[in-house]
């Protein structure tokens, strides 16, 4: 988790796309195929939850700072 905290926010979007892209791939590539490692398809569902929780929380700042600086019309 730690190791997505220090990438960019453009770093982990093109990273999520990369482990979306190697989830479907690991579903749908071995169709047939019963001999799988599952811990795989465990391991990429959890760094998905991951850097989409650092791009959500990354939001969250953001929108807590533009709020915390937008005055107050009394």
Known sequence: MSDFVK???EELLGTLREKREALRVFRFGGAGSR???VR????LRREIA???T???ARAASERQEKLA?????A
């Open 7 to 9: 990438k960019s926010t």
């Open 35 to 37: 001999t799988r490692n």
């Open 40 to 43: 795989e398809g465990r391991n």
């Open 50 to 52: 991951q850097i989409l």
């Open 54 to 56: 650092e791009v959500n």
């Open 69 to 73: 600086l937008k005055p107050k019309n």
